[in-house]
């Protein structure tokens, strides 16, 4: 008795071991086959419970989403104590190994969340826009000019990038440098399109 009151889990720490459980699934499959169900199996706990945690299966998802999508943005803040340029390589360099290390989760939100409903894919534009946002500051340190085209090029250069990323991550073989490069260049090359367009 006294063995199982010791490892009983306070209620934080019980959201918090189920939410882990969520992510952990995301691993090999896609969000959309995390049912309460599968949670509570997976997590050793009575389905009963796991509703006490999330009153719906797309509160949950939401919550699943976004435990993975704070780990993925803390993984890549931006060094602010680097130079802009560096500072955009350095993150890259750390998103292609947050990529890596972390490839099943990653692919299954930003490939998976096509078919998810409009909460969860909100979450992970959320993360879209900050990453976003963290290029259009250090181009601004650059001294180039915030314009629509450049905030359209941006986002969608994110989007790109993810799926470089999540191609790239497959192949245990690629660089991670090699793909830093190449999606350094891609960028420069998007934000001299932007600088000429009229958007």
Same mark, same amino acid.
């Given at each position: ?99 890596? /290390? #972390? ?11 096509? %078919?998810? =409903?409009?909460? &969860?894919? @909100? ?48 192949? /245990? #073989? ?11 260049? %891609?960028? =420069?090359?998007? &934000?001299? @399109? ?6």
């Amino acid at each position: 008795m006294s063995s199982e009151r010791r490892n009983r889990l306070t209620p934080d720490e019980r959201r918090t071991q189920l939410l882990a459980t969520g992510v952990n699934f995301l691993a090999d499959h896609a969000l959309e086959g995390l049912t309460m169900d599968e949670l509570a199996r997976r997590a050793g706990v009575s389905r009963a419970l796991a509703f006490h945690y999330f009153d719906s299966t797309q509160g949950m998802h939401r919550a699943v989403v976004t435990m993975a999508r704070d780990a993925m943005v803390h993984a890549t803040v931006p060094n602010q104590e680097l130079p802009p340029r560096e500072r955009i390589d350095d993150t890259l360099l750390r998103f292609a190994r947050f990529v890596r /290390d #972390h490839r099943g989760t990653f692919s299954s939100l930003v490939r998976g969340i096509a %078919s998810g =409903d409009p909460t &969860v894919r @909100a979450v992970v534009d959320e993360s879209r826009e900050l990453n976003a946002s963290h290029l259009r500051d250090a181009f601004v340190e650059l001294g180039v000019p915030v314009t629509r085209a450049l905030t359209i090029t941006l986002r969608a250069w994110v989007a790109f990038t993810e799926e470089v990323l999540v191609t790239a991550a497959a192949d /245990d #073989h690629t660089d991670d440098s090699a793909i830093v490069s190449f999606l350094s260049r %891609s960028l =420069d090359g998007a &934000v001299e @399109a932007a600088r000429d367009s009229t958007l």
